[in-house]
Each structure stands twice: as C-alpha cells, then as structure tokens.
C-alpha cells in the first residue's frame, strides 16, 4: 500500500510524468515491421528532414506516419509552447496491435487463415539544447 495522502501521491506521480511532446496512432492497418522500416528512416532527424523523407517514401506507412508526425508538432506547438525549428524525433517505435483473422477457402473443403496485422505507432518529440 502506497504512504500518504491521495493527493500527495498523486503529485509524486505526475512529477516523474515525461513532458515531452507525443503522438499515438492505435489500430493502424499497417504490420509492425513494415512500420518500422519507415520508422528507422526518420528516427534522430529533424522535423522539416523526417517530413521531406516522408513526403518521398514509397511506401504506405510512410503517409500514415507523416500524418501522425504533424500530429506531434501541432501538439509541441499548441501544447508546450515549442519552436518548431528546434524539434526532433526523439523516439518513435511500433508496437504489436490485435490481429484480424480471416478465412481464405482452398481445395476439397480446406481453410487457410490470414492474418491482417495491425500496430501502435508512437512519435516522440524533444528540443535540441
């Protein structure tokens, strides 16, 4: 049992919260590792960079990810009172969301499963010094 008041601990908790400015997108249609592909292309660089990459990559995690960045920077803005130009993807990883199972009938009554895979994708954001 945790000591002292509610309220107390409550503060104790919310000091050691991280302030850093974040981004969540639950239950995206995309596997976890075609996410990170993506991800391990714009990880450490700065914001105007990871957009210009975004805005150029091929694939289609990269458009749900760019939008999600920009997500992250209006939260920056609006939110912590930061300047864009000093911003950069501080974190960002992928992880493993529920799995939609469907039937795919085959030859002499037989079914094979397929598995549509679906992920969490968190941006975090930070200020350079």
């Not at 969540?24 to 075609?34: D, E, F, M």
């Not at 009172?81 to 799995?99: D, H, K, S, V, W």
């Amino acid at each position: 049992m945790a000591k002292g008041h509610r309220s107390q601990i409550k503060r104790e908790r919310n000091a050691q919260k991280d302030t850093r400015p974040k981004a969540k997108l639950s239950y995206a249609r995309v596997s976890v590792t075609k996410a990170c592909f993506v991800l391990d292309a714009i990880r450490g660089k700065d914001v105007q960079t990871a957009l210009a990459i975004l805005e150029y990559n091929p694939r289609y995690a990269s458009s749900v990810i760019k939008k999600l960045l920009k997500s992250a920077i209006a939260n920056a803005e609006n939110n912590n009172g930061m300047n864009t130009e000093n911003l950069y993807i501080a974190e960002c990883f992928a992880n493993r969301g529920p799995t939609m199972k469907r039937i795919r009938p085959r030859a002499q009554g037989r079914a094979y499963r397929i598995e549509k895979l679906m992920s969490h994708i968190t941006i975090v954001l930070d200020e350079k010094k």
